[in-house]
């Protein structure tokens, strides 16, 4: 991974005790940790660990019970509109509309960010060279391998340049080899100091990231660079740290 400078102090999500309750149920239970600039972090955690209720609040989709945090300067409670126009998003299940061209969903999604017709079509040219796809600038996404499309929507996430992009497992369905295209994706957005924010259910990629945390039953129960989590574990992998939390969280319950 390239090493970054020491503009990358600056923290960009900054989280102290953040909450959230459904009714008599705790789904995010005081949660705190910082991301810098630049910075890779791996958020995992089983299903129903709480992961999609953070990154909601996070991304200003969902007000927060208790707690604090700001993202990209910008204060979850009050501030929610200014930060979704300060981030990229990218989803498994939801990025590219299927029934528009490459180009198409380029322009829309340029149009949400607020860019301008110039501005889309000169990012529009530079990323479709970037990818190799010029060949397939008006063909239906519904048309591209999937790991074209995976590319094509983490790219069109960064089409606003954004301070932070969270992706929300962006490599599930893809071979082991378009993967790690993939991360080489991740790897240059934050070299050049745009902060990265994913969820993954691949334990491999844990160990591409800066920093992991790893959530269990609403509360962070690890959190670390993987080296340490793995030294602190006593393990020799990332997918033995995620079982020994699993196994120590069965036990006590």
Same mark, same amino acid.
């Given at each position: 991974?390239?090493?970054?400078?020491?503009?990358? *102090?600056?923290?960009?999500?900054?989280? !102290?005790?953040?909450?959230?309750?459904?009714?008599?149920?705790?789904?995010?239970?005081?949660?705190?940790?910082?991301?810098?600039?630049?910075?890779?972090?791996?958020?995992?955690?089983?299903?129903?660990?709480?992961?999609?209720?953070?990154?909601?609040?996070?991304?200003?989709?969902? *007000?927060?019970?208790?707690?604090?945090?700001?993202?990209?300067? @910008?204060?979850?409670?009050?501030?929610?509109? +200014?930060?979704?126009?300060?981030?990229?998003?990218?989803?498994?299940?939801?990025?590219?509309?299927?029934?528009?061209?490459?180009?198409?969903?380029?322009?829309?999604?340029?149009?949400?960010?607020?860019?301008?017709?110039?501005?889309?079509?000169?990012?529009?040219?530079?990323?479709?060279?970037?990818?190799?796809? %010029?060949?397939?600038?008006?063909?239906?996404?519904?048309?591209?391998?999937?790991?074209?499309?995976?590319?094509?929507? @983490?790219?069109?996430?960064?089409?606003?340049?954004?301070?932070?992009?969270?992706?929300?497992?962006?490599?599930?369905?893809?071979?082991?080899?378009?993967?790690?295209?993939?991360?080489?994706?991740?790897?240059?957005?934050?070299?050049?100091?745009?902060?990265?924010?994913?969820?993954?259910?691949?334990?491999?990629?844990? *160990?591409?990231?800066? !920093?992991?945390?790893?959530?269990?039953?609403?509360?962070?129960?690890?959190?670390?660079?993987?080296? +340490?989590?793995?030294?602190?574990? *006593?393990?020799?992998?990332?997918?033995?740290?995620?079982? !020994?939390?699993?196994?120590?969280?069965? %036990?006590?319950?």
């Amino acid at each position: 991974m390239a090493a970054k400078d020491s503009s990358t *102090e600056r923290v960009v999500i900054d989280v !102290r005790d953040l909450t959230r309750r459904f009714g008599d149920f705790t789904a995010v239970d005081s949660i705190s940790f910082s991301v810098k600039r630049g910075e890779i972090l791996g958020f995992l955690g089983a299903n129903g660990a709480g992961k999609t209720t953070a990154i909601r609040m996070l991304t200003g989709l969902l *007000e927060p019970s208790s707690g604090d945090a700001t993202v990209a300067g @910008f204060d979850v409670y009050r501030q929610r509109e +200014a930060i979704k126009k300060n981030i990229g998003y990218m989803s498994q299940k939801f990025s590219l509309y299927e029934d528009l061209t490459v180009f198409e969903n380029i322009r829309f999604y340029g149009g949400v960010y607020g860019l301008t017709r110039a501005t889309i079509k000169s990012k529009s040219d530079e990323l479709l060279e970037r990818l190799g796809l %010029q060949h397939a600038r008006d063909h239906r996404i519904s048309g591209l391998p999937l790991g074209w499309r995976q590319k094509l929507a @983490f790219s069109v996430a960064l089409l606003h340049e954004p301070e932070i992009v969270f992706l929300d497992e962006p490599t599930g369905g893809v071979d082991p080899v378009t993967r790690r295209q993939f991360w080489d994706l991740i790897y240059e957005t934050a070299a050049n100091g745009v902060t990265v924010f994913a969820t993954t259910h691949y334990m491999d990629e844990a *160990e591409y990231c800066d !920093r992991v945390s790893i959530m269990v039953d609403g509360r962070i129960e690890a959190y670390g660079t993987p080296n +340490a989590l793995k030294n602190q574990f *006593e393990v020799s992998s990332m997918d033995d740290v995620f079982i !020994r939390l699993a196994r120590s969280t069965s %036990q006590s319950s």
